[in-house]
């Protein structure tokens, strides 16, 4: 099998304008009944899918939809697993640490307008809600100019599209979960009255780019901790990349502010490698900011996801 850019979610660069991410945990109470229920699931979202592309032609609807490592031994305790797929467990530094969080089902929906991200999510829980409980439900936004919520130009480190697959999609490398990703979720909360007290030049040096029009830094002006000196690694002597969307998010009325970080790469070592530096580098995000969730997943390709309904992928 070769790589099908129509057998795979959507896991390329498009942020969206309206999106949602949630996160639920299988109540595990009977196991036929719930692998039946996600095997319906499986079938309907993209029936809705393709639906909700007819409605509202002009929404860009874009979804993913994925397992964790948890959940994959649940649901299908005799079929093949993913090679890298596993469960996250934390990343604990000298200062810092990334929590893991619960979860079993990922859900990252986007489109272009409220309506469109409402409407897939209340038809798709009709088939979820009897099975799961909530462990996270985050509603983002694209905000001016596809910026960050701290002010900066967000993504910039992206491959170009024509490149993505590279380094998002599973390739020969695990033949059977071609044109696969793993995805991985973050919820970032930030101490905003923190980073606003910060004169613009020292924001610049922790993030490593100007704020006005994105040119990088030289590696003089950066502080070592800068957040693009600390998120950039090396395997192999080769400088490795995935495809971030990150999403702000904002309750301004309670003073809840963030980023939801979700990154889909090929290999979930590269991801894991990155967190990791940024962990044991002291990355100057992290001293404003709180991780509230991180649990990795894997996002099936189009034809696995017709084997699980078609009832043989775990035989």
């Not at 942020?15 to 991410?21: D, P």
């Not at 003089?220 to 702000?248: L, T």
């Amino acid at each position: 099998m070769a790589f099908d850019r129509a057998k795979v979610q959507d896991v390329w660069k498009d942020a969206g304008k309206e999106v949602q991410f949630t996160v639920l945990e299988l109540k595990r109470q009977d196991q036929p009944k719930e692998l039946a229920a996600i095997s319906e699931f499986i079938d309907r979202f993209q029936a809705i899918t393709r639906s909700l592309r007819i409605r509202a032609q002009d929404s860009n609807l874009k979804v993913a939809v994925g397992f964790s490592n948890d959940a994959w031994d649940y649901l299908f305790p005799n079929a093949p697993k993913p090679k890298e797929l596993e469960t996250y467990k934390g990343i604990k530094g000298d200062k810092y640490e990334m929590p893991a969080t619960k979860g079993d089902i990922f859900l990252h929906v986007r489109a272009n307008d409220r309506a469109t991200v409402y409407e897939f999510m209340r038809q798709v829980m009709l088939f979820l809600k009897d099975i799961t409980g909530v462990v996270d439900e985050t509603h983002g936004f694209r905000y001016f100019e596809g910026r960050a919520i701290i002010g900066f130009i967000d993504g910039t480190e992206n491959p170009e599209e024509d490149k993505a697959k590279d380094y998002a999609v599973i390739g020969d490398e695990d033949p059977q979960f071609e044109n696969g990703s793993y995805a991985f979720a973050q919820k970032w909360r930030h101490e905003m009255d923190i980073w606003s007290k910060l004169s613009t030049e020292t924001q610049e040096k922790a993030i490593g780019r100007k704020k006005l029009d994105d040119l990088e830094l030289s590696d003089g002006e950066k502080f070592q901790n800068a957040h693009n000196v600390v998120s950039q690694v090396e395997i192999n002597g080769v400088s490795q990349n995935i495809v971030r969307m990150n999403v702000p998010y904002s309750d301004p009325a309670t003073d809840i502010t963030g980023t939801y970080f979700i990154g889909y790469a090929r290999h979930w070592e590269v991801t894991k490698a990155m967190l990791e530096s940024m962990v044991k580098g002291h990355d100057y995000l992290l001293s404003f900011s709180k991780i509230l969730t991180g649990q990795l997943f894997f996002i099936p390709s189009k034809d696995t996801l017709d084997q699980i309904v078609d009832g043989g992928f775990d035989k």
